[in-house]
């Protein structure tokens, strides 16, 4: 067959459309959205490229509009693991050797039809199942996906590119395996972008998966799977199982056969899962690749010399664009005293225009949280802000799930640096606030440092490069994302790629080639031209 030294599109971001009223990318995702909300699917398991039944199912609901179904999926038994498990290692035979522009075509097929034909689909089913509004689902499931999968493709061959010094009588070459074995990916309910790349970027590389998504984002991920299915992605390449989630992950660690996990979730499930595989290790032929971006407790300080109305507005989007539903989501806030009661007014003022309801009518920039358990636990924290005496609420603080799951955003002030919320991760629209002396800058960076266990992102607002330099210095170890007088959200692949370390994960950073790395096992091959016949070397005489 015909061979070449292949050159990929260059990869740009996908412009991000903007839904403005009367445009025609409006019209279109309200009408499949009502379409969707008004018709029911079935999500089987989907193993081998085919989908499986068990009878065993769960239901799928809005959680802006709990009562309403939306469909039900199945849920796997031990033997659906591991035939998914045995089918991924048949796969990996072919696919593995499959040339890496075949693979790369089928992710950048994937992606157009993303930008095309699926991108009002995947907008609406993000808008469904997880109530994000257009706009938060239009960033994450349409252009963070588009540019996961056209940046990796472009990531990709870079690495591959990347080759040792040869000399005169000797061939140096680098070889980029696929990992032996399987990877199993596990995904959040935050992110359709996050849910589709786990697995997809590690099989862009020529490995196999079982992937099991959250629970509360089954919905759209049918959407993904049914994207990468006309896209080509060949059967038993990328295997979908749902339900008992102790009973999937320790089946699958089980395996001799596993290589690697990609996950994103819950810090305290990561670490069991860690633990889980350090118990089973001498069972495995290789030693795993574990990969994981967990918690955060993200963070925003702002010197005097800050700009309030900045300042309001980076905690306004960055505590509550989706409910504050993101690991990087600002949730405690440091502000000088001199501009503290400037930003309250701007922050109050935000807030109070917020609008919130179902995702249908985009004139809301708040929806509802993802499930009842969620629900429950930012209200009871919201509860006991009203009962302490070292915490008080200054902007909202209601709540009510009779039809969907609203928190009221919420604005707790405290005089306690390490009051409950200060501390605690809620994954809500809550954010706390704690008011420094001016003078008291050094302190209070040190102070940020060592709140919290975690280390995701966090910003940082001045006007005085001094103190720019100072917060850059101590918070060195404090968030692996770090921005400077801006938002703690909105990292974009090929621009700021994403992850922390501490409890916040291992930091292998997704949207970045530092991802790719950890799915790819090295080959060095040597060749020498003319072979020694002697042993003897000089020295000897």
């Known amino acids: 067959m015909g061979k070449g030294f292949f050159e990929v599109p260059v990869a740009v971001n996908e412009p991000v459309k903007s839904y403005a009223p009367g445009s025609a990318e409006r019209k279109e995702v309200s009408e499949t959205y009502n379409k969707m909300y008004n018709s029911t699917v079935e999500v089987s398991l989907y193993i081998n490229g085919k989908d499986i039944k068990t009878g065993d199912t769960g239901t799928m609901s809005p959680p802006h509009d709990h009562k309403h179904v939306l ?6 038994e031990k033997k659906h693991v591991e035939e998914a498990i045995s089918t991924a290692l048949e796969a990996r035979k072919k696919w593995s050797v499959m040339p890496w522009e075949q693979r790369a075509a089928i992710f950048l097929r994937a992606a157009e039809l993303l930008a095309g034909p699926y991108r009002a689909k995947i907008n609406a089913a993000t808008m469904l199942a997880q109530s994000k509004t257009i706009h938060q689902a239009e960033i994450d499931a349409a252009c963070e996906l588009i540019d996961f999968l056209r940046f990796n493709v472009q990531f990709m061959t870079e690495i591959y590119a990347e080759q040792p010094e040869s000399t ?30 786990l697995p997809a970027s590690a099989a862009m590389l020529g490995n196999v998966v079982v992937w099991k998504p959250s629970d509360s984002q089954i919905y759209s991920a049918k959407v993904i799977m049914d994207v990468f299915k006309e896209a080509g992605v060949p059967a038993g390449v990328i295997n979908v199982v749902m339900g008992d989630p102790v009973m999937i992950t320790d089946t699958l660690l089980a395996s001799p056969d596993f290589s690697g996990i990609h996950f994103t979730g819950s810090t305290h499930v990561f670490k069991d899962i860690w633990q889980k595989i350090g118990t089973n290790i001498h069972n495995y032929k290789t030693y795993p690749r574990i990969v994981g971006e967990t918690g955060g407790k993200d963070f925003i300080v702002a010197h005097k010399t800050s700009n309030p109305k900045q300042v309001a507005t980076a905690i306004a989007r960055g505590a509550f664009e989706f409910q504050g539903q993101k690991c990087s989501a600002a949730s405690r806030c440091y502000i000088s005293k001199s501009i503290w009661k400037d930003v309250e007014k701007y922050l109050k003022e935000d807030v109070a225009s917020f609008k919130i309801g179902s995702p249908e009518d985009m004139s809301n920039f708040i929806t509802a949280v993802i499930h009842e358990g969620s629900f429950d636990k930012l209200a009871s924290y919201i509860d006991q802000a009203k009962k302490d005496s070292d915490a008080e609420i200054i902007a909202g603080g209601n709540y009510d799930k009779s039809k969907g799951y609203f928190i009221e955003p919420t604005v707790i002030k405290t005089n306690n640096a390490k009051y409950s ?35 995701l992102t966090g910003a940082v607002f001045s006007e005085d490069r001094y103190a720019l330099e100072t917060a850059v210095k101590i918070l060195e170890n404090a968030a692996g994302n770090f921005y400077i007088n801006d938002k703690p959200t909105g990292a974009v692949v090929g621009q700021q790629p994403f992850g922390g370390a501490r409890a916040s994960g291992t930091n292998d950073k997704a949207g970045s080639k530092l991802n790719l790395y950890r799915w790819l096992s090295p080959r060095m091959v040597k060749e020498t031209f003319v072979s020694p016949t002697n042993y003897r070397y000089p020295f000897l005489g």
């Open 71 to 76: 469909g039900t999926y199945h849920k796997a």
């Open 421 to 455: 919320t200060m501390c605690t991760e809620l994954f809500g629209p809550v954010v706390t606030i704690y008011v420094f002396e001016d003078d008291a800058w050094e302190e209070t960076l040190h102070l940020v440092d060592e709140t919290s266990e975690y280390a």
């Open 168 to 197: 005169s009588d000797a061939w140096n070459r680098l070889e980029y395996r696929p990992l032996e074995g399987f990877i199993y990916a596990i995904t959040p309910f935050n992110f359709t972008a996050i849910a589709a790349n």
